[in-house]
């Protein structure tokens, strides 16, 4: 079996912001379908995973693009599986049009899980390490953005707090991956947002579930550069768990 | 060229709730591709009506489902126009399982406006009545659900207020039919929407803008159903423009 699959996206027009560009949610949702079609193909989706009681965990996200998808543009999203280490795995998606020209790239880091534990598995020993039969080779890893970088937070203000309902769950109970990037994305003014996000990185530290309050601390770092950090259930006090942190980096 | 257009859909994992349904906005956006596509095939699409200045307009949308969608499941949407009068056109749907099994069905109000002065356009004489062609026959207009009902408010208490932002937009600059429907469903509990939503109406009123505050007015019918109105930009003296109303059903 190919190790790199291609995923057909078509960009939908409720999926498209006021600027006509696809929203970075919805392209999130998209990459997060690729992959779970690509590692449901090979035996490691979620269906499967579930009778060993285990489950894939996103880590980190980075999308990174050139040109974002506009309104009713059929694309494709290849993806594939860069290394595995013992406790996670990179996986890289390109982003392309129809004709295979690259818009942009993501990588992305998954930790497995013992559903019961909530603990993380070892990757390189579960299924005698069959997950390695799927690493690309080096030729095969096209993905020319620069890594996950580093959070740090230093004079962030909060800027919003926000409930939690039910459009904002998954299936899990918890707060659905791609939600958090809306909310953190609508901090933004609008001029900020008709410029459009170059780059866009998300690392998630801890689950939040529906009714959890949300805090949102914004720490400018440039013009075209902002960090967020998200927290749960902070009071007045004592500003609540960190549930993830990202970086905005716009056109 | 057949009347009825059927359009495959398939549920993803991030586009089902905390009980493995698809959300109801998410199915409401189905049903507006499934519309739109079907417009476009037949020249009467937002692409070609905007060369002649005009736009499709929704201004009613009622969906009862016998059985939700669930995650990972195919389905289809068939669609189909069941009549014109000079303002309006009615505008139906099916939804269905991968065999074409019923699982719910949808009924639809929409109006043609002018771009430049938002007035309703006369159907029956726009493109020389071509609309018309499109009609289905009675015996192909099987939608076995109640028509769009009567909205009447006497003591609907505000329950929440929310500001509109970026992820809120559409390509219009308009705050998007398919956010309302997940607002409107975020009043609601866990306990009631476990139950899941047999019905769903809302009637479309005024657009609102990203930046304007949207409040929520909560009238409950019965222990299963409740109505919600929206307002734009109310103060604490004056209840704002009525925005769109609601109408939820459980089961």
């Known amino acids: 079996m190919n190790k790199i699959d291609t995923h057909p996206i078509y960009i939908e027009p409720?999926?498209?912001?006021?600027?006509?560009?696809?929203?970075?949610?919805?392209?999130?949702?998209?990459?997060?379908?690729?992959?779970?079609?690509?590692?449901?193909?090979?035996?490691?989706?979620?269906?499967?995973?579930?009778?060993?009681?285990?489950?894939?965990?996103?880590?980190?996200?980075?999308?990174?693009m050139m040109e974002m998808p506009r309104n009713y543009q059929h694309c494709q999203i290849r993806t594939w599986v860069e290394s595995v280490m013992k406790l996670f795995t990179n996986r890289n998606?390109?982003?392309?049009?129809?004709?295979?020209?690259?818009?942009?790239?993501?990588?992305?880091?998954?930790?497995?899980?013992?559903?019961?534990?909530?603990?993380?598995?070892?990757?390189?020993?579960?299924?005698?390490?069959?997950?390695?039969n799927y690493v690309v080779s080096e030729e095969e890893n096209v993905c020319p953005i620069e890594g996950h970088g580093r959070f740090r937070f230093r004079d962030a203000q909060l800027v919003r707090t926000i409930g939690t309902y039910y459009s904002d769950v998954d299936i899990?109970?918890?707060?659905?991956?791609?939600?958090?990037?809306?909310?953190?994305?609508?901090l933004f003014t609008r001029e900020q947002m008709e410029r459009g996000i170059r780059r866009f990185e998300i690392a998630y530290k801890a689950e939040s579930y529906m009714g959890d309050t949300l805090s949102f601390y914004?720490?400018?770092?440039?013009?075209?550069?902002?960090?967020?950090?998200?927290?749960?259930?902070?009071?007045?006090?004592?500003?609540?768990e960190v549930v993830c942190q990202a970086k905005v980096r716009f056109n």
Chains 1, 2 share one sequence.
């Open 14 to 64: 409720f999926h498209v912001d006021f600027t006509g560009r696809v929203f970075l949610g919805v392209l999130g949702n998209h990459l997060l379908n690729a992959a779970g079609n690509h590692s449901q193909k090979r035996g490691w989706g979620i269906g499967a995973l579930n009778e060993t009681r285990h489950t894939w965990v996103l880590s980190r996200l980075s999308i990174e």
């Open 93 to 132: 998606f390109a982003v392309e049009d129809a004709d295979g020209r690259p818009l942009g790239y993501a990588r992305s880091v998954w930790a497995m899980i013992d559903l019961e534990t909530r603990r993380p598995c070892d990757l390189l020993t579960l299924y005698d390490g069959d997950i390695l």
């Open 172 to 186: 899990n109970g918890h707060i659905n991956s791609i939600k958090y990037i809306e909310h953190i994305l609508d």
């Open 218 to 240: 914004l720490q400018p770092v440039s013009d075209t550069e902002a960090d967020v950090e998200v927290r749960k259930n902070s009071t007045p006090d004592t500003p609540g």
